[in-house]
């Protein structure tokens, strides 16, 4: 199925869910959706075929795949979650607007295009509507580097002789920018330095994935990140490792159903700042190897919380977990310190009863006994995995249409919370 087919199908589906049954079971995370959205660009340094496992089977993937074909690489993704990409084919990165501009990871294309050709051109980012979500840092980068950056027409249009390595200051510590001067930076001559650097685990995904292609990334996963540069880069096997920000979707719902939910297929580490809170509202949590253990029977308390960059609290995560705030007891204050745009899903919850007023980037929730089910829309990603949260837990019917926005980022969503126990199921119009 290609993302264009698939483009047309999901606007006209909707989700329904019968509120009020605890999830119980275990449920197994898939692929890390913002770790592969780098990877597979990443690929394009290569010039090589590569293996990547672990893939979630969602729309961006899908939509990466289709940017990936049309630039002339031979992609295979398969239902036992294997991607086989070869871009050997591709000798310019030029990405279609029609479909780059539907993903904030179209970005990638450019560091990735710039390293193999010093030559990209690719559509402005399009993306989940959280903000403002400016790529200056990602410019800034690439012209440290040595490539003139011009965007006209809603093209960003990079080029450079050469690209040589430079000292690299992230004025805001960004995600997208220290993956993409990463990936612009593996491949130019001697040494580049990234400090003010994401530590996000997926940033270590990705810089393991470079150096499995024969690159020298040291330092990811930290806020200095030194890089020196190779001749060439061949392809590789590499698995993604699993999305921390669905695993904790399912952790928030397991609380808000006051379930018992075994989250398998998870790196506990990479949740710390989730199960922190959720131990500080009353929920019980049991880490163990890799997976996670949730279980809340009694009332759970409100609570402060702030988003920050990892290993923070995700900012991924703060409208499921606003939701789950919105039924504990006494009142909880949120401050959204990364998107002043990630408040959207508030009016959409308010309409099932909830108490919440938002005032700027911070919102004071004020716990009510329970939710109503109510029609509602899912108005970005996260947004969207707030719905579902309200559904599961509201009293009633709760529909959710937008569907297409929760499909991005999680994979096989209803099947999953069935197989918790949950009553929920697509309709298609
Ligand atoms: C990535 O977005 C993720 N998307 C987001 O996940 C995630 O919320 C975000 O990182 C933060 O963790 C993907 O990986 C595809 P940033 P990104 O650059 O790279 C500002 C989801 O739900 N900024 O770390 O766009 C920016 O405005 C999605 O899965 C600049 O000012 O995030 C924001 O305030 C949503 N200039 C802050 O930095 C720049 O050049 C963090 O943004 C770049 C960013």
Redesign the pocket.
């Known amino acids: 199925m290609k993302a264009t087919d698939l483009g047309q199908l999901p606007y006209m589906e909707r989700l329904i869910i019968e509120g009020g049954y605890p999830l119980k079971g275990k449920i197994d995370v898939s692929g890390f959706?913002?770790a592969v959205?780098?990877i597979i660009p990443a690929t394009l340094l290569a010039g090589d075929k590569c293996i990547i496992e672990n893939v979630p089977l969602i729309s961006d993937v899908y939509i990466l795949k289709d940017i990936m074909t049309e630039l002339g690489a031979d992609v295979e993704l398969k239902y036992n979650n294997i991607m086989e990409i070869d871009t050997s084919k591709i000798k310019e990165c030029v990405a279609p607007y029609e479909l780059a501009k539907r993903l904030?990871?179209s970005y990638y294309l450019i560091g990735a295009a710039l390293g193999r050709f010093k030559e990209a051109k690719v559509s402005y980012p399009g993306?989940?509507d959280?903000?403002?979500?400016?790529?200056?840092?990602?410019?800034k980068g690439f012209e440290a580097l040595g490539s003139e950056v011009n965007i006209d027409h809603g093209l960003i249009k990079c080029r450079a002789d050469k690209l040589e390595g430079s000292k690299i200051y992230l004025d805001?510590?960004?995600?997208?920018?220290t993956i993409n001067i990463m990936l612009a930076a593996v491949l130019a001559e001697g040494k580049t330095i990234i400090e003010n650097a994401?530590k996000?685990p997926?940033i270590v995904d990705t810089a393991n994935f470079l150096n499995s292609m024969g690159a020298d990334v040291r330092g990811a996963g930290t806020d200095v990140i030194r890089i020196n540069g190779v001749e060439e880069l061949h392809g590789c096997t590499y698995s993604v490792i699993p999305d921390q920000?669905e695993a904790g979707t399912y952790m928030v719902a397991a609380a808000a159903t006051k379930g018992d939910v075994i989250v398998d297929n998870v790196i506990p580490k990479h949740l710390e700042s989730v199960t922190a809170k959720l131990k500080e509202i009353g929920v019980e949590v049991e880490e163990y190897g890799e997976s996670i253990r949730v279980c809340a029977k009694e009332e759970l308390k409100g609570a402060t919380i702030k988003t920050l960059?990892?290993p923070g609290f995700?900012?991924?995560l703060q409208q499921p977990m606003s939701v789950l705030l919105s039924v504990a007891e006494g009142t909880s204050v949120v401050t959204e310190s990364?998107?002043e745009g990630r408040f959207k899903y508030v009016d959409e919850i308010k309409r099932m009863g909830a108490n919440i007023k938002v005032d700027g980037r911070t919102s004071v929730i004020d716990g009510v006994k329970s939710l109503s089910g109510a029609k509602i829309s899912a108005t970005?990603?996260?947004a969207g995995a707030a719905c579902i949260v309200a559904g599961l837990i509201a009293n009633g019917a709760t529909e959710i249409e937008n569907v297409h926005h929760i499909d991005r980022?999680y994979e096989k969503v209803e099947q999953k919370l069935i197989n918790l126990g949950a009553k929920i199921r697509r309709v298609k119009e």
């Open positions: 959706k913002n959205l780098a904030r990871a993306g989940c959280i903000g403002t979500r400016p790529i200056d840092q990602h410019i805001v510590v960004s995600v997208g920018a994401a996000e997926h920000i960059p990892y995700p900012t991924d990364i998107f970005d990603l996260r980022g």
